[in-house]
């Protein structure tokens, strides 16, 4: 059984599984109206406001959360404050010990507090009174993350289910965030080193110089990277698309079973892999000391900078190159698709 096929049978069980837990959803809304007499307001969710000072110094921050957004914000008066907009039934706790601000939830709440109707959502947001800390490490199911440009950590880690990162923070090593169906928006930032991986969620990564590898993953979600400097990239997609657009790297290696690969502006000094099942590869203004690209039944179509050998070949498509007889190799393999690839200011020739 192919990736496509099971690709397509995941998707099936999903929207199964979707449909018993919206049914189960409304039998247990129903039973709990019932426990209530019908009455709504009882089913509402009350929220308040508490702030907690830190009195004490630290160097690293430990956030674990269930549905609260995060927010870290620069203080203005230099002192630390942790504000929680919360459900009375799920409190945060706050301690500074062992040079590390820890927040965690108590969760106090019964099935029946799970079924309600509500416009608020809580919110966690850390005031902090220096511009760098050592380690981030931040665990919450549905609320999104905000980390701003004006902080620099040394690492950041982000786990996470359905909700959306969104970072800014310089970071001197390691970025690694992980989430399931959420979104995740990094631009203007430096690194060490960055993995991003989301199962339907996209991915954007904008504006980055990262000294090690980038090492990106997307399920089915879409992928955009640009204006990227980096050592090696890695960027995997499923069914979703890959987009890079003026980036430099030594070696790339970008691989979808359905998704279409473009690339724009991208140079690096070693190899560059681009594999598709399905998908199309396009390549606009690209370099690399050598190529390989393969797709099944996806185009393969593009302008390169310098000369290269071609060795293009296709079972039922055409097949146009330049006869080059200098210059890295370019090996592109395509069963039923088509080949364009061109050389700028090198004529093409058909074939087959």
């Not at 929207?15 to 007499?37: D, R």
Request: contains cysteine; charged residues 25%; hydrophobic residues 35%.
């Amino acid at each position: 059984m192919n990736k496509t096929v099971k690709n397509w049978l995941l998707a099936a069980t999903v929207m199964i599984i979707i449909g018993i837990l919206i049914i189960g959803g409304m039998l247990l809304y129903t039973s709990a109206m019932a426990l209530s007499f019908w009455d709504y307001t009882k089913l509402g969710v009350k929220y308040s406001t508490e702030v907690y000072g830190v009195a004490g110094d630290f160097n690293n921050i430990s956030i674990d959360t269930n549905i609260a957004a995060v927010e870290l914000r620069q203080s203005e008066d230099g002192k630390c404050r942790v504000e929680c907009y919360e459900d009375e039934k799920v409190r945060h706790i706050i301690d500074d010990r062992d040079d590390t601000l820890t927040i965690t939830t108590e969760d106090d709440r019964k099935w029946y507090d799970f079924i309600y109707i509500s416009l608020s959502s809580p919110k966690i947001t850390v005031y902090l009174p220096k511009n760098e800390y050592k380690i981030l490490d931040i665990i919450t199911s549905t609320g999104a993350v905000y980390i701003p440009k004006s902080f620099t950590f040394e690492s950041i880690t982000i786990e996470g289910d359905t909700g959306a990162v969104n970072c800014s923070a310089n970071v001197k090593e390691s970025v690694d965030i992980e989430l399931d169906t959420g979104a995740l928006t990094i631009k203007d930032v430096s690194a060490g080193s960055m993995r991003l991986k989301t199962d339907t969620g996209s991915i954007k990564l904008g504006s980055a110089d990262v000294a090690g590898n980038i090492d990106v993953k997307a399920t089915t979600g879409y992928i955009s990277l640009e204006n990227i400097t980096c050592k090696d990239m890695k960027a995997e997609a499923d069914t979703g698309r890959v987009e890079l657009v003026n980036v430099t790297c030594a070696g790339l290696h970008s691989e979808t079973d359905t998704g279409d690969i473009a690339l724009k502006n991208v140079v690096g000094s070693g190899k560059f892999e681009l594999i598709s099942d399905t998908g199309d590869i396009f390549l606009d203004g690209c370099d690399a000391a050598e190529l390989y690209i393969d797709t099944d039944t996806g185009d393969v179509t593009g302008e390169l900078l310098t000369d290269k050998i071609f060795f293009a070949g296709s079972d039922t498509g055409h097949v146009s190159v330049p006869k080059s007889m200098t210059g890295g190799r370019c090996e592109i393999i395509t069963d039923t698709g088509s080949v364009d690839m061109g050389v700028r200011g090198v004529e093409s020739h058909r074939l087959s």
